[in-house]
């Protein structure tokens, strides 16, 4: 591209020295090696912003087809960490609604009966995307509302879940320990305490919250591998 400018740059200086022409020709002939000039600098412009552009949505095609399989693994922990939540509330509902004669009547069946739960941080798959973002990629995403809700799902949804998640296991290390502490006592005690039933009503309050919020994450990480589908599909 160089040389082809440097060539015409030649001709035009050549041609405004030529004694031989008129002012007109020499008027003409310059405009149209100008107008050359200007026609190979902006086509040259053009196929490498082409090229680079192609470059970015192949880019572009490779994270999403990653980010799909991230999003189908967040998809089934997200539905387990609901599932494992919703047998804990259940679990926390039935303690809530003990009495003392309910107690005794589970201690003279011997029915087993007791606070659990499997309340922990879910894996969720969030490297790819950390690695295209801090590489200053995301732009390169030409579907304004794909990237919409991609950053919606990375920047809200999973850290909403996480943050969540955290406040549940302080209050299950609460109740735990307090579980712990009173083991000796007779587990009437225990049950029947009104600050353990004040823990119980506080955890299963902030759990039901956070079935919302699986939900949500399963709903956008389903929507968003819809969107990656039509387009790949185009």
């Not at 490779?62 to 922990?77: A, G, Q, R, V, Y």
């Not at 995307?129 to 919606?152: M, Q, R, T």
């Not at 799902?153 to 320990?177: F, G, R, W």
């Not at 009437?188 to 919020?213: A, C, D, H, Q, Y």
């Amino acid at each position: 591209m160089q040389d082809e400018i440097t060539k015409h740059s030649k001709k035009i200086y050549e041609t405004a020295k030529n004694p031989e022409q008129t002012l007109g020709d020499k008027v003409k002939d310059i405009i149209i090696e100008i107008f050359i000039i200007v026609f190979a600098v902006s086509l040259s412009i053009w196929l490498h912003s082409w090229s680079e552009h192609k470059e970015h949505q192949r880019e572009v095609s490779e994270f999403l087809l990653d980010m799909k399989e991230d999003l189908n693994s967040d998809i089934n922990n997200n539905q387990a960490a609901k599932d494992a939540l919703t047998k804990t509330i259940s679990n926390l509902t039935f303690l809530e609604s003990l009495t003392e004669s309910k107690v005794d009547s589970l201690i003279k069946t011997k029915s087993p009966f007791g606070f659990s739960s499997s309340i922990g941080t879910t894996k969720l798959s969030t490297a790819n995307y950390e690695g295209f973002k801090s590489s200053g990629k995301i732009g390169y995403i030409d579907n304004k509302d794909l990237k919409k809700h991609i950053l919606k799902y990375y920047q809200e949804a999973l850290p909403n879940i996480l943050e969540v998640e955290k406040i549940n296991a302080a209050q299950v290390i609460k109740i735990s320990d307090f579980w712990a502490e009173n083991a000796e006592q007779d587990i009437r005690k225990i049950v029947l305490s009104p600050k353990f039933k004040t823990m119980l009503e506080s955890f299963r309050s902030t759990s039901k919250s956070s079935l919302g919020l699986y939900q949500d994450a399963i709903g956008q990480a389903a929507q968003i591998n819809s969107e990656i589908e039509k387009q790949a599909a185009k």
